[in-house]
């Protein structure tokens, strides 16, 4: 089975044969990530992270990067606290099936 990122939507469900359930990495790398590209700039005011469906496999925490209009493409910026002086640790999911939201 392929846990790529074309498996990473929400409520997805593997067909046990060449799709599975959800992106999972390869690893147990802390630098693992999935990316997301617009075609234009976009606010993001939600992200909704979900464990695999058909494994006991789940994000628990998370960081954001975003790049800079204008800037070049491999030049990400971490989303910070209020303050701006340390990447935000968003919580994620504690299951494989709950939908987390982090606003």
């Given at each position: 089975l392929?846990?790529?990122?074309s498996s ?9 044969e ?9 690893t ?44 070049l493409?491999?030049?990400?910026v ?26």
């Amino acid at each position: 089975l392929a846990y790529t990122p074309s498996s990473s939507g929400l409520n997805t469900v593997g067909n046990g044969e060449t799709n599975a359930g959800g992106w999972a990495t390869d690893t147990t790398s802390n630098s693992a990530y999935i990316g997301v590209e617009f075609s234009e700039p976009k606010m993001v005011t939600e992200i909704i992270t979900q464990g695999v469906q058909d494994q006991p496999w789940w994000v628990q925490t998370y960081t954001v990067q975003y790049n800079v209009p204008g800037t070049l493409p491999t030049s990400f910026v971490s989303y910070t606290v209020e303050n701006g002086t340390a990447a935000m640790t968003f919580q994620a999911n504690y299951d494989q099936n709950t939908l987390v939201h982090n606003y």
